[in-house]
């Protein structure tokens, strides 16, 4: 017999680990485990994605594809079959600066530019006097903004608020709204948690007042009810009696999130800014408040995103917003297209979508740049 | 602390009263020295009040506020519109936020009687018709028993409608939308066998259908919607102004005066068309005007039957043609008629 070590074979290595089979790994593995593990899942699967793609491509399809893109209202009634963005791009300027005095636009496009700026410069971490941008934008803004569009000072003509609208206004009100409603939904909130009777009592009746009523009746009776209070000869701006009856109505709601905030915070953290000596609104402002508001960052968004929205209200009181210039747009007889209507609500939900969902990217990225280990 | 906040209240309280004491100088002074008339219209109703392309208002409604701003500024283009819901026009009108309404609504015996309201004329005759397909055999809406409705919900369509199959002994289904857009294309779509709105609303639907030559229009009308527009009546000069108006257009029409010819017609030597120029007498007086507010009406808006051809008539996309309709002149068989002047 030779050397029976030759014979026998003793593996000095492990085997490299093989590929586990292509069915299990990889894309076509989590398909298969996700998608097709039965043959009633593989046949849900099979029916929804051609329902989903069914439905994308006739989106597409009616959007894109076959939509009219230029030519006027002929064009639209040769093929009634896809959207009518010329419909839009014809009225483009009404949808945005609605009914404002044509050589006048350049103080929305003014406001618009400023804006824009000092949302993005306010909230790039790297930018230069980030928070005097900041302040700037909260306070002297909207008050220059509103002297701006209306005019009466500084050579500017006057442009009445009964001409306002468009996306314009919508931008107006939601702003106006968001403004106001924080810091006095703040203040509501601190209010309500107050130990002296009469504050709290008042926050109280506010908060649970202007949560009871309907935004609608709200602008209703700002708009046509009060009115009828006033001597004659005392009549002040529409539109402001409506952002007013707005920023109440938002802040009430504001008031009740951040309670939410107030309530989440460990009572240690009032006892400790008490037993360092603070008086009540510096352990608010240097202890409470940070901790309370960056809790409820999302209801806050959230309110925000609410307030946009419901900003197409005002229609009630005869101001055409996004929604309502599109709306009367429609009834034009030389557009009375069967795409028309479509296009037209089309192009409003998408441009409320973009606008909702960058307020929400802006809140979440708010969140991280807060969030110091605090997050449960 | 308690006597100085009585003594502010009660100075509060007098001051208060004091000022609604000294209450309302007439409409008419007050759009003059403001500059412009407020007319509040519809949130877009083809034909009546809507936007055009360059984001004018433009439309039936429309020109009959420019019409008043013709007659009292000399100039049609000093007016302001407030697109106003169906909810807020009488509460915007009483409240002195517009000046005038002129939004396509009916003049009832409720709203004239209980609202504190003035219809100063009827500027157009609408009254509830139906649309059906031309498939389904069906040539008068008493042969409508047991078909499917389409309408808006909460409107007097829908009442009218109810009285209508109920009078008649027929059955229907109701099939109600919020908006005429929805309507439109449930009906275009095959969910029910009738559209029923006001006949003007039929005609500037129809051309949003599929095949708009595949339905037609019975010949029923089973309600009377004479829309007209409405004042406060508080102020009757201002209310004579409005009306007037209406009848300047619609006289200037029958005397054959339209805005080509109204220069010439202003050398008339008929003394009716001579009173409406303002060439002779002085009505204009009592209504607070120049005497060439009838040829600045004219001039710059146009007669009745003018406005009507340029927004509503046959050569419109609503395409409601007016021969022998109710929308014609009194002296061609229709309902269109107005007082004279002198």
């Known amino acids: 017999m030779s050397n029976p070590r030759s014979v026998f074979f003793v593996r000095k290595e492990f085997i490299s680990a093989r590929q586990a089979p292509a069915s299990t790994i990889g894309v076509l593995g989590w398909i298969r485990n996700n998608l097709f593990s039965t043959p009633f899942n593989s046949l849900l699967t099979v029916a929804l994605g051609g329902l989903g793609v069914w439905l994308i491509w006739g989106a597409l399809d009616w959007l894109i594809f076959n939509a009219v893109w230029a030519g006027g209202n002929e064009a639209c009634k040769v093929n009634p079959e896809g959207a009518c963005w010329t419909f839009i791009s014809t009225r483009f300027d009404q949808f945005v600066y609605g009914f404002y005095e044509k050589p006048e636009r350049w103080r929305v496009d003014l406001i618009l530019l400023v804006l824009f700026t000092g949302i993005f410069w306010s909230g790039w971490e790297r930018a230069p006097a980030r928070k005097w941008v900041g302040g700037f934008m909260l306070i002297p803004f909207p008050l220059i903004a509103w002297v701006v569009l209306y005019g009466g000072i500084f050579g500017l003509p006057v442009v009445e608020t009964s001409q306002w609208g468009g996306f314009t206004l919508t931008l107006v009100v939601s702003l106006i709204g968001i403004i106001v409603s924080l810091p006095l939904g703040i203040l509501l909130a601190l209010g309500r948690r107050s130990k002296m009777p009469i504050i709290h009592s008042t926050c109280l009746f506010f908060i649970e007042f202007w949560r009871g009523v309907p935004l609608i009746t709200v602008l209703f009776m700002a708009a046509y009810v009060l009115p009828l209070f006033f001597p004659a000869g005392l009549n002040f701006d529409q539109l402001l009696r409506a952002l007013i009856g707005f920023a109440l109505f938002a802040a009430a709601y504001m008031a009740e999130v951040v309670r939410g905030g107030l309530q989440s915070l460990n009572k240690g953290q009032y006892e400790a800014a008490d037993s360092l000596g603070l008086s009540y609104w510096k352990s608010m402002r240097l202890i409470i408040l940070p901790q309370a508001l960056k809790a409820v960052i999302p209801g806050i968004v959230n309110t925000f995103i609410g307030l946009f929205k419901d900003t197409t209200l005002v229609l009630i009181i005869g101001l055409l917003d996004l929604l309502g210039m599109v709306h009367a747009a429609i009834a034009d007889p030389n557009w009375s297209i069967r795409s028309v209507p479509t296009t037209g609500y089309a192009f409003v939900a998408i441009t409320f979508f973009i606008f909702c969902y960058g307020m929400s990217r802006y809140s979440r990225f708010v969140e991280e740049k807060l969030n110091t280990g605090h997050k449960r | ?342």
């Open chain 2, 1 to 342: 602390m308690k006597k100085l906040f009585l003594s502010c209240l009660s100075i509060a309280l007098l001051g208060g009263i004091a000022i609604a004491g000294g209450h309302e100088k007439g409409t008419l002074s007050a759009v003059k020295s403001k500059g412009h008339i407020q007319c509040g219209v519809s949130q877009g109703l083809p034909g009546f009040s809507n936007p055009d392309d360059q984001g004018n208002w433009s439309g039936l409604d429309v020109d009959f506020c420019r019409a008043m701003s013709a007659a009292v500024f000399g100039d049609a283009d000093k007016v302001k519109y407030t697109p106003l819901s169906a909810r807020a026009r009488f509460e915007a009108l009483r409240s002195g936020e517009i000046d005038v309404l002129a939004r396509n609504t009916t003049w009832t015996m409720q709203r004239d009687a209980t609202l504190g309201l003035e219809f100063v004329g009827v500027n157009y005759y609408d009254g509830q018709g139906f649309m059906v397909r031309k498939t389904l055999g069906v040539n008068s809406a008493m042969e409508l028993d047991g078909a499917s409705a389409c309408t808006n919900t909460g409107t007097t369509t829908e009442l009218n409608l109810t009285d209508f199959f109920r009078a008649n002994g027929m059955q229907f289904e109701l099939v109600a939308f919020e908006r005429a857009d929805e309507v439109v294309a449930a009906y275009d779509a095959g969910r029910c066998d009738v559209y029923t709105t006001d006949r003007s609303g039929l005609a500037a639907q129809r051309t949003k259908l599929s095949n708009p030559n595949d339905h037609k229009v019975l010949p029923e009308i089973i309600s009377k919607e004479p829309l007209g527009p409405v004042v406060r009546q508080d102020d009757p000069q201002w209310a004579d102004l409005a009306r007037w108006t209406l009848n300047a257009m619609i006289n200037a029409e029958e005397m054959g005066i339209d805005s080509s010819n109204v220069d010439s017609k202003r050398s008339d030597s008929n003394p009716a068309v001579k009173r409406l120029m303002g060439t002779e007498g002085d009505l204009h007086e009592a209504i607070g005007v120049n005497n060439d507010w009838a040829y600045n009406i004219v001039k710059q808006v146009g007669n009745y039957g003018e406005v009507y051809e340029r927004h509503v008539g046959a050569n419109t996309p609503l395409q409601l043609g007016r021969g022998g309709t109710v929308n014609d002149l009194w002296t061609n068989g229709g309902l269109i008629y107005a007082p004279p002047v002198r």
